[in-house]
């Protein structure tokens, strides 16, 4: 991501004597640069301030969620400032136009666009201040700017004996003129970039300070919890809250727009007082299916639709309807809740200023616009204020949390700190889609011919629109967001609103080199609510297309790694992936007789992921052993960030592999903790080894890329040790005979 | 109803109904923030403190029923002079942490372990951490930072992976 030419690294001082560093965004501000208030206190759209005492204080506009954004944007701007990353102060961004994330125009953290989006403008930053310090320098020292050195946080003059601290010359600094080309450091000089690995965020994490949102905390605040309907679409229809407002504690219970909320002065006062509710629902409209019925119905969607051409390449229709054979197969992936481990929550407060937020959100625009559509108050007046996030992993993109406190604050007269149980965080997801998979292909000799992929499923921003659309356009009236939402859909793929990719991302992109290719998406949307989950596409797209892969090497009767690489050509960096796992995991070499190897590669949010996977079964229980993986992110800032992150996507998509499912009794979800949403544990965590390719090119994508290969690569890894292959998830040890 | 506690080896003493868990009690009449709300059923093990120096779940414990004992909170983990918990340390050290949101339970789970055996084997490390999840997947650094801390790590079966 490059730094538009529209945008401007900006400069300003404070009455205090700091030095402020932002970006303005001329012609399509709402609310201008960095503009400074007198006591240098509230500085929006600013990234840095340097101040008198030495403080450098940087503003991270993108959440932690655990992915590293807190070490590893830090760690850009340290490098171009010459400060030690640890020494820099960081506060988490309010709403604020220059945090938009340039790859949405929405203040979002998601889609793994965090450091390649910010490689750039926070390099800048940085080096726009250092260049401001050290054209001050020069002035008092009277020597040439480009004879100063600088190193942690101290200038030095070319005499060798003299230095100033940067505190010394902040305020001089902030009355230089930004120059207009800011050069950026060469990689061999970077000190910190490449190198720094110590995470900013662990102490915090590991002595309990860190302040997530769970942990808010207000003077005479109150606890919420909602009932909300048990089944999509139901509504209340009747409440009797006699016995719940006898409890004790009880504050009030009321209904909102998505339940039934309880007041009480203690959350355990109030969960015990909602167990006293008496609600009849109105449930004529309610979604009554379950899995196997949506999965029907994609069936039929399927047969009855050819669905929109999605990426074509040759004639695939037309070959295939000539080959002398062709080879079929259909693919399932469940629906999926994210089970963040902190429950979704928010508190919230209405001051004479307005509406305050606190809450683990990923978009705190977008939180600042569910709120407003849910109280009187216009986005101006709201104010988030984004806390630490015990997990995102897109669940914290949409906002529902934040509408039910907004619209229960603005009936007290105190804060109100709403928490969701486990049950209800499990019950009310907005899931990951459930997608149905089919393939036709024909092979010519041990070369494919002809590949025909559909995907039918729903659509994510039908979903999400509903407050994104309106929070593009925050001056909008609230009767419009709705509106919004629709022109938005209507004028998809236009220059208004981008295409929505979720359905068919790591599908289109297939890589591998044939003469037809066919990619199509089917709509169809049960009308379970459904948003962004880790991954995203890829995680059904990778485990589809992974998987049909290694039929048709099968079906070749050629090394699945040795056909992989047969149609990857002119792929060098898919190529560089696959030919390093496979040296990792020694691919070829001799393992436990019990044991099997698995093998995927997938290009994901920029980043290029194989995995080999080597799996058992005993006693009916699959055992993943080993995951081998290797990654080219482009150029690595924090090596072990990257490390964890692909320990982290490969568990992640280990739960889904082994235990992954959510569904319904007659429309009402039959999971609800931990015990029957199974996430994977210590005892199912593989060894692993991870693989950093070096590389030149500008960073991409480590939160989510991880991920896709690794269920692909286990399923084919017990097709190798039972030749029974696994077509749906979660895997079963025998999935009967299937080819 | 008034409840004595020893939270932290501080006296404390609370008001709340005896069936109340514990973790709200730490949480939000004694402002312990760092114990976390998980599952609410003793599924996840986010809540773990130490009663006794034993590892337990105060989601799933009322607090009538701790009254007395010892209880330690991972604010009781670092010491008077700020010195971290040798298993803080080691977390820090193996960069352990991602969201972080487990994690106070994880150490106390860890902590825990290494209080009754000092050199737990590798089956032993995984089967007791097996109780505590993390949806960020942080178990391969988890059961590196305990192997770290173990006693004579070669006899306790060290092995390279």
């Known amino acids: ?739 | 109803m008034p409840i004595e506690l020893r939270v932290n080896g501080r006296e404390r003493t609370v008001d709340a109904e005896p069936d109340t868990p514990l973790l709200w009690v730490l949480r939000d009449e004694l402002g312990l923030k760092g114990t976390k709300f998980g599952c609410g059923i003793g599924q996840c093990g986010a809540c773990t403190v130490h009663v006794s120096g034993e590892a337990l779940r105060s989601c799933s414990t009322p607090v009538e029923a701790v009254a007395d004992r010892e209880i330690t909170t991972i604010e009781g983990m670092v010491d008077a002079n700020g010195a971290l918990h040798p298993v803080q340390q080691a977390w820090i050290e193996h960069n352990v942490p991602q969201c972080g949101y487990c994690q106070s339970g994880q150490i106390m789970a860890a902590a825990a372990l290494l209080g009754r055996n000092p050199s737990p084997d590798d089956e032993t490390i995984t089967a007791v951490m097996s109780g505590n999840l993390c949806r960020c997947g942080t178990y391969p650094r988890i059961h590196a930072a305990i192997r770290s801390l173990r006693e004579s790590g070669e006899a306790a079966g060290e092995q390279s992976s």
């Open chain 1, 1 to 739: 991501m490059k730094l538009s030419r529209r945008e401007f690294i900006k400069a300003g001082g404070t009455g205090s004597g700091a030095l402020v560093i932002g970006l303005t965004l001329p012609g399509c501000s709402r609310s201008g640069g960095p503009r400074i208030t007198e006591d240098g206190s509230w500085t929006p759209n600013a990234w840095l301030v340097l101040d008198g005492s030495g403080d450098v204080t940087f503003t991270l506009d993108r959440v932690e969620m655990g992915q590293g954004t807190y070490t590893g944007l830090t760690t850009l701007v340290a490098e171009e400032l010459d400060v030690h990353p640890e020494s820099v102060r960081i506060i988490f961004a309010p709403v604020g136009d220059a945090y938009a994330n340039p790859e949405y125009i929405l203040q979002v953290t998601g889609g793994s666009t965090s450091l390649a989006t910010s490689w750039e403008r926070l390099r800048k930053a940085g080096a726009g201040a250092r260049a401001l310090l050290v054209k001050a320098a020069a002035e008092v020292w009277q020597v040439e700017p480009g004879d100063i050195r600088t190193d942690e946080g101290a200038l030095y003059h070319p005499d060798g004996t003299q230095t100033m601290a940067y505190s010394d010359v902040v305020e001089l600094a902030a009355r230089q003129r930004m120059p207009d080309e800011i050069p950026l450091k060469l990689p061999e000089n970077f000190r910190y970039i490449g190198r720094h690995d110590k995470r900013l965020d662990a102490y915090a994490k590991v002595t309990g300070r860190a302040v997530y949102g769970l942990d808010v905390e207000r003077p005479d605040m109150v606890y919420a919890v909602v009932s909300r309907p048990p089944r999509v679409g139901a509504k209340v229809d009747a409440v009797d809250d006699s016995a719940a407002l006898a409890q004790k504690g009880v504050v009030d219970v009321f209904t909102i727009e998505r339940g039934v909320a309880v007041v009480a002065d203690s959350y355990w006062h109030a969960r015990k007082a909602q167990e006293k509710l008496r609600i009849e629902w109105d449930e004529r409209d309610a979604f009554r299916g379950d899995h196997e019925s949506i999965f029907q119905d994609y069936r039929k969607a399927a047969d009855d639709s050819r669905g929109d051409t999605e990426r074509s390449n040759g004639n695939a229709r037309s070959v295939l309807r000539r080959a002398d054979r062709v080879f079929t197969a259909e693919y399932e992936a469940p629906f999926l809740a994210h089970a963040t481990m902190e429950p979704q929550n928010c508190t919230a407060e209405v001051t004479a200023r307005g509406l305050e937020i606190w809450a683990p959100t990923q978009a705190p625009d977008i939180a600042r616009i569910a709120a407003a559509r849910v109280t009187a108050f216009s986005p101006g007046d709201i104010e988030v204020h984004t806390t630490f996030l015990g997990g995102g992993f897109g669940r914290r993109l949409t906002q529902e949390y934040v509408e039910e406190a907004a619209a229960i604050a603005e009936k007290l007269d105190r804060p109100v700190k709403l928490i969701w149980s486990r049950e209800e965080d499990i019950r009310h997801d907005m899931y990951r889609p459930g997608m149905l998979h089919r393939f036709q292909a024909s092979l010519n000799g041990e070369g494919i011919e002809a590949w025909d992929h559909q995907i039918t499923g729903p659509l994510i921003f039908d979903y999400f629109a509903r407050n994104a659309a309106a929070t593009q356009y925050p001056w909008v009236p609230r009767f419009l967001y709705d509106t919004m939402a629709r022109v938005g859909r209507l004028t998809e793929g236009t220059f208004l609103t981008p295409k929505d990719h979720s359905a068919i991302e790591g599908a289109v992109e297939v890589p591998y080199g044939a003469p037809n290719i066919l990619v199509r998406h089917t709509q169809a949307d049960a009308g379970v609510p459904i948003s962004y989950w880790r991954a995203v596409g890829h995680s059904h797209n990778g485990f589809a297309v992974e998987t049909f892969m290694d039929e048709l090497a099968h079906e070749a009767g050629v090394d699945p790694v040795e056909f992989r690489l047969r149609h990857l050509t002119d792929k060098p960096r898919h190529r560089a992936v696959l030919e390093k796992v496979a040296e990792a995991a020694d691919w070829k070499g001799s393992m436990n007789e019990d044991h099997a190897r698995g093998v995927a590669v997938h290009w994901s949010f920029g980043s290029y992921v194989a995995q080999i996977v080597e799996a058992s079964i005993e006693n009916q229980r699959i055992l993943v052993h080993r995951v081998s993986c290797a990654i080219d992110c482009g150029q690595i800032v924090n090596p072990d960030i990257v490390r964890m992150q692909m320990e982290s996507g490969i568990n992640f998509g280990l739960s889904a592999a082994l235990h992954g499912r959510i569904d319904w009794d007659e429309g009402r979800v039959r999971q609800s903790n931990f015990h029957d949403y199974r996430l994977l544990q210590q005892d199912e965590s593989p060894a692993m080894d991870i693989v950093l390719v070096d590389s030149e090119e500008d960073p991409s994508g480590v939160g989510e890329p991880g991920l896709p290969p690794v269920i692909p690569a286990l399923g084919n890894a017990l097709f190798a040790l039972t030749g029974k292959r696994q077509r749906s998830t979660p895997f079963v040890a025998d999935p009967g005979e299937t080819s």
